[in-house]
């Protein structure tokens, strides 16, 4: 075998580890926070979603050179992230995004201040299922998204 050959299979290898460690490692973090946001609002728990979890996660993927705050356009409403150091954790994301609710103002079904659409989108209704991944961009970031269906945050609509 010569080496370009074994450099390649080194490669898929390290990314095939990094591939099965976050498809196993995001599920139960990422779905917890949401659903006990939910349970707040007297929200139905969402279900995690394995074809969710993979586009999250080929997104994730695309994120790993550059880790740009940049949504992927897809058909599913979508929360993305980025941080840095061992702090930055699916906890830790969910909870930021949840931290927004203090902006959104139930009455007028409008924000205030900062950004409130994580949170409307954590708590929508009428999503059900969920997918997330996250990975640690080669800027040694990490890049965080979570994918919903269906989509929520609907203009003129509530949440809950």
């Known amino acids: 075998m010569d080496l370009n050959r074994i450099q390649s299979l080194h490669i898929f290898l390290l990314t095939l580890s990094c591939f099965i460690h976050i498809s196993t490692a995001t599920r139960p973090p990422f779905l ?69 609710k203090q902006y959104y103002d139930y009455e007028s079904n409008l924000c205030f201040g900062d950004e409130c659409l994580h949170y409307t989108q954590v708590v929508w209704r009428d999503s059900v299922h969920l997918g997330c991944a996250m990975v640690n961009c080669y800027d040694s970031g990490w890049f965080a998204i979570c994918n919903y269906d269906p989509p929520g945050n609907y203009i003129g609509q509530r949440p809950y």
């Open 32 to 100: 917890i926070p949401h659903n006990q946001a939910r349970a707040q609002v007297g929200v139905q728990p969402l279900k995690w979603n394995k074809t969710l979890a993979m586009y999250a996660r080929g997104y994730a993927y695309e994120r790993l050179t550059d880790c740009n705050l940049q949504h992927s356009g897809g058909p599913f409403g979508e929360n993305i992230a980025i941080g840095y150091g061992d702090q930055f954790t699916a906890s830790t994301v969910v909870d930021m995004w949840v931290g927004e």
